[in-house]
């Protein structure tokens, strides 16, 4: 199996400068990513070009196009490697996440929750200025609300459509087709299409199970989706799913493109999955946290300067994943602090050596990091900011 | 009871130009708050200074230093209105909070986490010539580390003491009076004294039980001092201890400063712990969430836009304090949304209403966000930047 291999400079000194945090000193210097402060957060390049690579053959080979969400890695940098890999463009989960990597010429975004009141209004109304801006809607107030923010700005918009959790979308053909009516009654207003995402199902560990709940799912899509046609108003795009879904997603063959985000970390609740019915998941874990210790004064464990700030998620503790024998686990110590458990008989790691951990769900662990510490081995390649971190609003 | 208001001048022109993100705009306008961007921090001034002048004026009568700990707020503003109120410096967690803290002057700091490995320790060095660091140790080696790190500095060091959590601390006398005999043998080490701090002991809610921890916990502090006085190296400062602990540690009468840090927030964890024997706490809650529902398609519940990326640190969920009937819930909806539910009959918030959270865990939930929202009711004082955020290393 061959994976594309992007390119990627370096930071520049100008970058440098700008603040890349205290360990920019340390860009490029073997073995550099030993000397990092920790905890901190590793990203392995190689295996983020190669989950980046996999992921576009996959569309190429399904004919299926991909939009991956930028809620994961909220970098301008990765995001690029994704278009540059072949992405139609970046999902953004809030408007303040798109308003960050818009700053940083981001390519099209499309922004996959409601944005809601007048003053976020007024301020998507801005960004679509700076960037071309696509939006959900679920509410026929807020599209009125939305034509009229736009002031004399045209805007694309799809409708969300709920897939059975009641978080957002539309309930039903009759909301959704009411929504397109009134879309279409706007001048500045585009139909886009229709966007669907069940979160829970991406998390399904069996193949199976994970099949049958799409399906049973997909059904109201396709009855949304055949109920705006009929209306007259044919959804061009059916975008949503996600890394647990793509696969299932692609062989329905009712989405037209996927909001891939989590493959490119491949985080330990992703690697529990069976992503592919007859073969191994094809992507590599690319995101850990280098946790120090720094304590070890008692038998049969050692403390660690990571977490709750370093890592969150799910109430699953991360996993080990280098420099403590196998059979250790890591147990949250509150915010600061972490224990590494051995194992009757472990050689504990000591003092100031760094223990891996693979964290449960990347998103909200990425958002607590200003900065990517990419490393091939021990080596420092670079340090890339998280664009768009804490940019929930 | 009276409070000290303690004056704050809003951010000036200059400030704002530095950046204080997409809201800056609004401050000093009148319901400027309605206006923010949501999910938003939001502090509320009055309730913070009271909080402050509280517990400075309980330091005066107890006779007991404070030296708040800035884990909880990592703002080098909130630190300085602290330190106007008499505390007599500042604690952090790690090294690059710290650093951070630093950078903005915010007078002494007292790291109350080992500070390990060489490139962390030639950082700590640097960070004495700019401000008046001290420091804890736990480790024999780490003291030789450290005073060889130094190059020409001198620094006071606290030998950390473990409460019996097994987390960080010397184990009891006879490694506190080895560790004593190390940091006098360096030539540009001072002894300071202890830390002593037992995390999980300032969350016991009901009084009596707390006391009964921090008494029993408290004897092997007693121990050790005791063993110090007898070899010959006295501790002159005793610090430790929390929001949870400050009436039993100052009326026990062993400590002489106090690390109290949730105080100046007073979150839902806090607020259920009765903190005073007699009288009720005299601390009010200054910190919320003010979070926006954007979606509302269903009876019984609607979809604000606050999720795990925007309130953390416990399994408990946030607690609804305005904008809803007082019976409603928060649910966590994923890391982008919420939902809140409504009892039977009851009006659900519109569509663009702003309802506002309590966090249960302070600490973590700030970590998440760059700007505090200062406000007096409805009005944005100012904006103030979360200084040290996400420097947990």
């Not at 000194?13 to 990513?33: F, H, V, Y």
């Not at 985080?267 to 874990?285: E, G, H, K, M, W």
């Not at 915010?335 to 009757?344: K, T, V």
Request: with cysteine; aromatic share 6%.
């Amino acid at each position: 199996m061959t994976t594309t291999i992007l390119g990627t400079t370096p930071s520049s000194a100008r970058d440098r400068r700008e603040g890349l945090g205290p360990n920019c000193d340390l860009i490029g210097r073997p073995n550099g990513r030993r000397l990092l402060n920790t905890p901190a957060l590793i990203l392995d390049l190689d295996a983020l070009n190669h989950n980046i690579g996999m992921m576009a053959a996959f569309g190429r080979k399904s004919g299926i196009a991909l939009r991956p969400h930028a809620k994961t890695h909220k970098s301008a940098h990765i995001g690029a490697l994704q278009r540059k890999a072949g992405a139609v463009g970046l999902c953004c989960a809030k408007l303040g996440e798109a308003e960050a990597l818009a700053h940083e010429d981001a390519g099209p975004l499309l922004i996959t929750s409601p944005v809601v009141g007048p003053s976020a209004l007024a301020r998507l109304a801005a960004l679509c200025d700076r960037a071309e801006t696509s939006v959900v809607v679920d509410n026929v107030e807020n599209v009125h609300a939305l034509a009229a923010a736009l002031e004399g700005r045209s805007i694309t918009v799809f409708i969300d459509l709920d897939p059975g959790l009641h978080r957002t979308g539309a309930s039903g053909p009759a909301t959704a087709v009411e929504l397109a009516r009134t879309i279409h009654a706007q001048k500045n207003l585009r139909f886009g299409g229709l966007q669907f995402f069940s979160g829970p199902t991406q998390h399904i560990e069996d193949y199976e199970a994970r099949y049958r709940d799409v399906e049973r799912r997909t059904a109201n899509l396709v009855a949304v989706a055949e109920a705006l046609r009929s209306a007259g108003f044919p959804p061009a795009v059916i975008t949503g799913g996600g890394t647990g879904t793509h696969e299932i997603d692609a062989r329905l063959g009712v989405m037209t493109e996927l909001q891939v985000g989590s493959y490119v970390f491949m985080d330990d609740q992703y690697s529990a999955c069976a992503l592919y019915p007859a073969t191994a998941n094809p992507f590599r874990t690319s995101l850990t946290i280098d946790t120090r210790v720094i304590s070890a004064n008692w038998p049969g464990l050692v403390t660690v300067d990571a977490g709750f700030k370093a890592s969150t998620g799910s109430l699953l503790p991360p996993r080990i994943v280098s420099g403590a024998p196998e059979s250790a686990v890591y147990e949250y110590r509150g915010d600061e602090h972490g224990a590494i458990i051995l194992p009757e008989g472990a050689r504990a790691p000591r003092l100031g050596e760094v223990v891996g951990l693979k964290t449960p769900h990347c998103d909200p662990t990425v958002n607590l990091y200003d900065f990517y510490h990419v490393v091939r081995g021990d080596d420092l390649f670079d340090i890339w900011p998280v664009t768009a971190r804490g940019r929930s609003s």
